[in-house]
């Protein structure tokens, strides 16, 4: 998988869209995930399809379908540059290990620092006190953005 996402990395270059994560699907189905600031649109998808169909066939990569999309608004938080580019965003993080006897919290995502970011996150406990989780990036096992929608268009 490695080389996949190498390849396709590569053959990315000069396309103003970030390669977010590459998977073997089922079926033959290779499923790309990119996004870029401000949202990817339609032709974002149909230039890459169209980028990868040929540079596949030319690494001999073998697929059936491939399918490119957006990570949509529960977007996965891959790299360490994620973290920095949605700090105050409202996350799920699931950790290695327990902290407090859990793994799973959900909170807002402070960032200190660009060179080497300090991680933390900004959660209620059971009681509904304000809490501080530090953590580091290694300690994630996953994580992605949890936003809150409002389709009734009702303020909170």
Do not use: W
């Not at 230039?47 to 957006?70: G, P, T, W």
Request: charged share 30%; proline share 6%.
């Amino acid at each position: 998988m490695a080389d996949i996402f190498a390849v396709t990395q590569q053959a990315l270059l000069g396309f103003d869209v970030e390669l977010v994560d590459v998977e073997r699907a089922p079926l033959g189905l290779l499923r790309v995930t990119i996004d870029r600031p401000g949202g990817v649109r339609i032709e974002d998808c149909e230039q890459v399809s169209h980028q990868l169909s040929h540079a596949f066939e030319v690494e001999n990569i073998d697929y059936k379908r491939l399918e490119v999309s957006s990570p949509g608004v529960d977007r996965p938080l891959r790299r360490l540059a994620d973290y920095v580019r949605f700090a105050g965003q409202r996350v799920q993080i699931r950790l290695r290990e327990p902290v407090q006897s859990r793994k799973a919290f959900t909170g807002i995502l402070q960032v200190e620092g660009t060179e080497t970011p300090v991680l933390s996150l900004a959660y209620e406990d059971q009681a509904g006190q304000p809490q501080t989780l530090p953590f580091s990036f290694d300690d994630v096992d996953r994580a992605n953005l949890d936003p809150v929608l409002d389709f009734k268009g009702k303020k909170r």
